[in-house]
């Protein structure tokens, strides 16, 4: 199991942070590897939503199905990916800070059938990532009027 832990100060209200996070469609805009994302259930975002996701992964476009397993509004939201070919769980926890937001990120994921010597460079590389892509939602949220 690979585990990441992260936190980034957004100049923006926790409810601005809050609804951009929250919607599938933000997903490519901030995340390098999102194709598309969008809610495949039905009704309000809220636990048991279900979204499809399609990311390049590897140098290949694989489609994830995931599961919304924690929702507190403006505060908590977690994604646990069912399906794909990396098993994953990530973890929002928003706080306000000052007129802005502190948001902590813990993200888990199950590499799967990656080998030994191969596991500390995908460990590397998917931190990386995840660090960008979170940089990444604060300039796009900060650059908002």
């Not at 409810?15 to 805009?29: M, R, S």
């Not at 929702?71 to 800070?97: C, K, M, N, Y």
């Amino acid at each position: 199991m690979v585990r990441f832990e992260l936190s980034v100060e957004i100049a923006r209200p926790v409810h601005e942070v809050w609804e951009y996070l929250i919607d599938p469609e933000n997903v490519p805009e901030w995340q390098a590897s999102a194709l598309s994302s969008h809610q495949i259930s039905d009704g309000e975002m809220c636990v048991g939503t279900h979204l499809q996701d399609e990311r390049r992964f590897l140098g290949r476009r694989a489609r994830s199905e995931v599961e919304v397993t924690e929702f507190e509004p403006e505060r908590l939201f977690t994604l646990h990916g069912i399906s794909g070919p990396v098993r994953f769980t990530v973890r929002h926890q928003l706080e306000r800070s000052g007129d802005g937001t502190h948001l902590q990120i813990e993200a888990e994921a199950d590499p799967g059938g990656i080998g030994r010597l191969m596991r500390p460079v995908v460990e590397h590389a998917a931190a990386h990532e995840i660090r960008k892509d979170f940089d990444r939602l604060k300039e796009t949220l900060e650059a908002r009027t």
